[in-house]
């Protein structure tokens, strides 16, 4: 089994950065998981953020191209998102994801853009 446990949402004003980890635990090795971020809205659909695989390969939807990074130190069994120049339409759950067999899910941290 592997625990998921984010930090590090919170209330900004646009154009404002967060950063947010997710710190994994469990007896699998994570460094071998692919790795990532989703969201979901009120009244919408979850979707894809960021992902990092195992080599450290990322993806990223279009929508925060060239405004979030996503990263993993395998050292530390954690995952982070560097999200800026937000906009209030990143308003959202952001949820950690692992993912190798079976997926994985954290429970998820709330991030408020203001206009």
């Known amino acids: 089994q592997v625990q998921l446990v984010e930090s590090g949402g919170g209330s900004v004003q646009a154009g404002g950065s967060l950063r947010l980890s997710c710190a994994a635990s469990?007896?699998?090795?994570?460094?071998?998981?692919?790795m990532g971020w989703y969201r979901q809205a009120p009244g919408k659909q979850r979707e894809l953020v960021a992902t990092?695989?195992?080599?450290?390969?990322?993806n990223y939807a279009d929508a925060v191209k060239g405004r979030f990074t996503i990263s993993r130190d395998n050292a530390k069994n954690t995952v982070y998102l560097q999200m800026n120049s937000l906009k209030p339409e990143d308003t959202a759950v952001y949820l950690c994801n692992a993912r190798i067999l079976n997926s994985y899910w954290g429970q998820g941290t709330q991030v408020t853009v203001s206009s």
């Open positions: 469990g007896p699998a090795i994570l460094s071998r998981f692919t």
């Open positions: 990092i695989t195992s080599p450290g390969s990322t």
